[in-house]
């Protein structure tokens, strides 16, 4: 299983980005996705979450802002960031957690990560 994030950068604060995780080798359709973020010194949190099913989750920090979708056709998973804040300063993951086979069990895989930075 492969994951493949894209889009980071330097943007201004209140800039956009959108970040982009190409999958392959598990069955996207019905997988679980999340972006993830992690700063120097701390835990990696959960940005947001969009399940197979179309359900979404946001932190807290995010909601209003950042917009988690998904296209199954292109096996990817998408994160616009819009007025973008310091603070959202991080190294942002992509993960999936799904089946590489149909009858092989729920595993959980990670991106190599994307660094976004928000400064003037």
């Known amino acids: 299983v492969q994951l493949q994030a894209s889009g980071g950068g330097l943007v201004q604060p209140g800039g956009a980005l959108r970040l982009s995780c190409a999958v392959s080798?598990?069955?996207?359709?019905?997988?679980?996705t999340a972006w993830y973020r992690q700063t120097p010194g701390n835990q990696r949190e959960l940005v947001a979450m969009?399940?197979?099913?179309?359900?979404?989750n946001y932190a807290e920090s995010v909601k209003g802002r950042f917009t988690i979708s998904r296209d199954n056709a292109k096996n990817t998973v998408y994160l616009q960031m819009n007025s973008l804040k310091p603070e959202d300063t991080a190294v942002y993951y992509c993960?999936?957690?799904?089946?590489?086979?149909?009858?092989?069990?729920?595993?959980?895989?990670w991106g190599q990560g994307t660094l976004v930075t928000v400064s003037s």
């Open positions: 993960n999936v957690e799904g089946k590489r086979r149909p009858f092989n069990a729920r595993a959980s895989y």
């Open positions: 080798g598990i069955i996207f359709s019905g997988s679980d």
């Open positions: 969009l399940n197979s099913g179309g359900s979404t």
